[in-house]
Nanobody, 116 residues
């Protein structure tokens, strides 16, 4: 059973924009968001958002990326503006809940490439 479905990503020029979407199982008290992994680097936090709508951003994207969620559609969005070449990575969606029923689902990843 697929628990997380990602869409979006692709190729953008520096300074451009892309939007990622992630649909997943949603109950109360879950946190959804995005992590990324560039070649030769560790996976890092991009942005996550709680069920109550509180966001947390990684330091390198704050002010450029915006995360939001639509609980009626079971979907989280990541709007990426003013993209830089260093944003190039595979982006993974995560859907996590730490109270019963506990779960921690990852998407398969979507490629984002920023290049002129």
């Amino acid at each position: 059973q697929v628990q997380v479905t990602e869409s979006g990503g692709g190729l953008a020029q520096p300074g451009g924009s892309l939007r990622l979407s992630c649909e997943g199982r949603m109950f109360g008290a879950n946190t959804m968001g995005w992590y990324r992994q560039a070649p030769g680097k560790e996976r890092e936090l991009v942005a996550i958002i709680t069920s109550g709508g509180t966001p947390t951003y990684g330091g390198s994207v704050e002010g450029r990326f915006t995360i939001s969620r639509d609980n009626a559609k079971n979907t989280v969005y990541l709007q990426m503006d003013n993209l830089k070449e260093e944003d190039t990575a595979v982006y993974y969606c995560r859907n996590r809940r730490r109270v019963t029923p506990v779960f921690d689902y990852w998407g398969q990843g979507t490629q984002v490439t920023v290049s002129s």
